[in-house]
């Protein structure tokens, strides 16, 4: 049984909550990819080169990726080939099982954040302006306190006028503490505070907001390499988790900064935020493939429960199944 009816038969038994979120936020890149299959498939019945080459079109169109998308082909003509397989519609199939493998292959890998047995764990949180990071925050934030853990949000973005303030807002709104410094101020600072104040307390969960000016590749580095350093002098192995931040409706330019940010720090997972704005959900698959970071969460809408563990399986069946 190929991967889409296992997912069908899989998600008709158990429609859970979080089905319909990715379906639901999902649904313009299922409406771009899944129908621009379907068309194909009628258009064709049995295979040829031309067929091939539309296919390959579609994957790039959706920002799969051009490298991904030349090997996801080349399986499928090799698979197809051993197979004697023709049918377009099986083909479909098949493709759409050689996605899943692009990015099982890069192995296996946790979405929550991971939690360290003693002391605070500190998540870093990176991404250019705009991309969602100060409200990815806050449904973190809301995610782990409703889990009972206790949270410190630290606004280290202190470059952009109210950022602080909007992290404020946040943590009013959560009833979960926040340390923040004057606009301006050396982030490096804030982070120490931070820190210190996570520890007295024995916090569970300490989330940073960084701010990620892309402008100076060496600028960033030094700056976040100062951020680790301070952090780690408080609370040693600290940050635990650094999450990257990308919105999905930036395309291919999304994939340049995740290699940037890759280049000059550690990242331990990616969040792709506003899935529900674009029409070309194949950019999660490239990331993958480009970077071997998993995605960790995933924002499919502006809701607070809409950010949802990444999961694989509801991620293809959103793409490609009409409920
Ligand atoms: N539709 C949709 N909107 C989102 C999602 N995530 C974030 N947003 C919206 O994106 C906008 C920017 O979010 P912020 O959290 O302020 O982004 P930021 O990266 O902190 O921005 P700066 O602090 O200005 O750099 C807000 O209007 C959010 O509501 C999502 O998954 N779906
Ligand atoms: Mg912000």
């Known amino acids: 049984m190929g991967l889409i009816s296992f997912l069908k038969e899989k998600f008709s038994k158990k429609q859970t909550e979080d089905i319909d979120t990715y379906s639901?936020?999902?649904?313009k890149s299922?409406?771009?990819?899944?129908?621009?299959?379907?068309?194909?498939?009628?258009?064709?019945?049995?295979v040829n080169q031309e067929y091939f080459e539309e296919l390959e079109e579609i994957l790039i169109e959706s920002d799969v990726g051009v490298k991904l998308t030349l090997k996801i082909i080349e399986d499928v003509l090799l698979e197809s080939?051993?197979?004697?397989?023709?049918?377009?519609?099986?083909?479909?199939?098949?493709?759409?099982?050689h996605m899943f493998k692009g990015y099982m292959d890069k192995g296996e890998s946790n979405t929550d954040v991971v939690f360290q047995e003693n002391g605070p764990t500190v998540l870093l949180v990176v991404g250019v302006n705009g991309v969602g990071k100060t409200t990815t925050i806050a449904k973190l934030a809301?995610?782990?306190k409703d889990q009972g853990k206790s949270i410190l949000l630290v606004a280290a973005d202190t470059f952009r006028a109210g950022a602080c303030e909007q992290l404020q807002i946040w943590a009013d709104r959560l009833n979960v503490g926040i340390v923040t410094g004057p606009y301006n101020s050396d982030p490096s600072s804030v982070a120490y505070e931070g820190m210190a104040k996570a520890k007295n307390e024995n916090i569970d969960l300490v989330i940073v907001d960084v701010a990620g000016r892309l402008q100076n590749k060496?600028?960033?580095?030094?700056e976040l390499s100062k951020m680790k350093r301070v952090i780690s002098k408080v609370i040693?192995?600290?940050?635990?988790?650094?999450?990257?931040?990308?919105?999905?409706?930036?395309?291919?330019?999304?994939?340049v900064q995740a290699k940037a940010f890759a280049e000059v720090t550690n990242l331990t997972g990616v969040v792709i935020t506003k899935m529900d704005g674009t029409s070309k959900g194949g950019i999660i698959l490239a990331i993958r493939d480009e970077l071997g970071v998993p995605v960790r969460f995933i924002g499919l809408g502006e809701k607070m429960e809409d950010l949802k563990e990444f999961d694989l399986e509801s991620y293809i069946y959103g793409l490609c199944v009409e409920k």
Request: glycine share 4%; aromatic share 8%; net charge negative.
């Open 81 to 97: 080939k051993e197979k004697h397989i023709t049918d377009a519609d099986e083909i479909n199939e098949i493709l759409i099982d």
């Open 30 to 46: 299922r409406q771009n990819f899944s129908t621009k299959l379907n068309s194909l498939s009628k258009k064709y019945k049995k």
């Open 236 to 255: 040693p192995d600290a940050p635990h988790e650094t999450f990257l931040i990308i919105d999905a409706t930036t395309g291919q330019n999304g994939v």
């Open 24 to 27: 639901e936020g999902m649904s």
């Open 142 to 144: 809301k995610r782990y």
């Open 218 to 222: 060496q600028y960033l580095m030094d």
